[in-house]
């Protein structure tokens, strides 16, 4: 089975990527046709044997497949590759998984020029739906029940999902036994390969069925206007995305349902600015309030509250209001309520105002 590139370079197979290029730089040293002694045959065998164990990608690949596979990559064109290495590999019998082989190269089926693979086949889960929601800012403060519709592909009604036609048969497929995979061998440029592949038969059903269902033709699924009802939590901010598991586009065939993404934009209120979990307003006091102290009521969230005010509050001061704010998501507790407290200044005063004031002399 191919060359053993790390009997070339002297190292073992757990040897690192640092490791692996010391080897390399001394053999290469070593062997260096330039130099007196070199020789030219092991200095390219080096060369080859780094350009595989020296990359991590191709190193993996040489562990699985031996040296040929990445020479039938390295030998410039899949037709070479192929005929000069059959001969080699015929007695080879990997077997293979073809949709794990999918994943490991980005689909192999391209590389070796079949694509009848499985992976084109295999059951699709529905997609994913994305939809905005708009909701006031108190229904973001304490949580809201919504009810939204789609329009979707759900599970069809008539056949129940089971893609036959209500009271025809539905029998186990001959060709695959009702597995949906048969077994091929396949010529490649690893050998040959016993490969799994769909059931042509029946699409990887299992099944063949008298008749389809004459709604969804056999897809399991149908397009409808589906109302579902969202529990909004309470805490939830502008621009945060609630995620329904399972309530997206049904799939096909009996697939898995997508998700639903909701993402919520909160209106903004006229009275309060949230902070994270803090609330913001302010309000204003008079002058003889600010200077004599008072007792006044705060709007918040939950309500008019009382706020004392002492005597000599200076306008921008800011009082907080313990526990007045936004439930946490996710966990316990509230926000605080920061309320700023601004003197007011009258901008026209009358004369005996004026005459009273300068009397006061502050
Ligand atoms: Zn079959
Ligand atoms: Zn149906």
Do not use: W
């Not at 037709?79 to 192999?108: C, H, P, R, Y």
């Amino acid at each position: 089975m191919g060359k053993d590139y790390y009997n070339t370079l002297g190292v073992n197979k757990s040897a690192s990527q640092d490791e692996i290029k010391k080897a390399f730089r001394k053999k290469a040293h070593e062997y260096h046709p330039d130099k007196t002694g070199g020789d030219e045959a092991k200095f390219k065998e080096v060369n080859e044997a780094y350009q595989v164990l020296g990359n991590s990608q191709k190193k993996s690949q040489y562990d699985q497949f031996g040296s040929t596979f990445d020479q039938a990559q390295a030998g410039g064109g899949f037709a070479n590759g192929f005929s000069g290495f059959t001969n080699g590999f015929s007695s080879g019998g990997v077997k293979v998984d073809f949709d794990d082989l999918g994943e490991m190269f980005g689909g192999i089926g391209d590389i070796f020029g079949f694509s009848g693979g499985s992976k084109n086949k295999r059951r699709q889960s529905g997609s994913d739906i994305q939809v905005a929601l708009t909701i006031e800012f108190s229904e973001a403060v304490f949580g809201v029940e919504k009810e939204i519709s789609l329009q979707k592909h759900i599970v069809c009604d008539h056949c129940d999902g089971n893609l036959a036609e209500p009271g025809t048969k539905i029998e186990t497929c001959k060709t695959c036994n009702g597995t949906g995979r048969v077994t091929k061998i396949q010529r490649t440029i690893l050998g040959n390969m016993q490969m799994q592949a769909v059931c042509d038969a029946c699409s990887g059903e299992g099944k063949t069925y008298a008749q389809k269902c004459k709604k969804c033709h056999g897809s399991g699924i149908i397009m409808d206007n589906s109302k579902i009802k969202i529990k909004i939590p309470a805490g939830i901010d502008n621009n945060e995305v609630i995620r329904v598991s399972g309530h997206g586009e049904a799939g096909e065939r009996g697939a898995q349902a997508g998700d639903l993404y909701i993402k919520i934009n909160v209106r903004k209120s006229d009275k309060f600015k949230r902070d994270g979990y803090d609330i913001r307003s302010s309000i204003f006091i008079s002058f003889a309030q600010a200077a004599m102290g008072d007792k006044i009521n705060v709007e918040t969230i939950d309500g008019d509250v009382k706020l004392k005010i002492p005597a000599g509050t200076q306008s921008s001061t800011i009082f907080k209001l313990r526990g007045k704010g936004i439930s946490r998501l996710r966990s316990s507790g509230r926000g605080d309520h920061f309320v700023e407290v601004k003197v007011k200044i009258p901008d026209s005063l009358n004369r005996k105002q004026k005459q009273l004031l300068k009397e006061l002399n502050l």
